[in-house]
């Protein structure tokens, strides 16, 4: 997997890249209300606003970690958003991304790096 240092993991399969929050941004979040999805076919630049996550504490953005066209969401999270605090890096995941350049995911962090960052 590689992170962003805002909070996002990503994880590749194929040539599509998973997209979710980190279990320090769920935690960091606290009790999850809302989620709001971008559309599938949708094409984002890196440091776009995709997604909207609403908390009891606060509201969020997730931007885009690379340029892509959004293929996929995850609908779940619309009916249940308390999801990315039960299982931010499994279940919750909120996009999926075909990349236009995988050598884009080369810049981001790994595990290491993330949890030194985080620390």
Request: proline share 3%; hydrophobic share 40%.
């Amino acid at each position: 997997m590689k992170y962003t240092e805002d909070h996002e993991w990503l994880r590749v399969d194929g040539d599509v890249v998973v997209v979710g929050i980190t279990e320090h941004a769920s935690t960091q979040l606290g009790d999850v209300v809302f989620v709001e999805l971008p559309e599938t076919e949708t094409q984002v630049a890196t440091g776009d606003e995709i997604c909207v996550i609403e908390s009891v504490k606060a509201a969020s953005d997730i931007v885009a970690p690379v340029d892509g066209e959004i293929v996929a969401v995850n609908d779940a999270l619309a009916d249940n958003p308390g999801l990315v605090n039960e299982d931010p890096t499994g279940e919750a995941w909120f996009f999926k991304m075909k990349v236009e350049d995988m050598s884009q995911l080369d810049g981001l962090m790994d595990e290491d790096a993330y949890n030194d960052m985080i620390d």
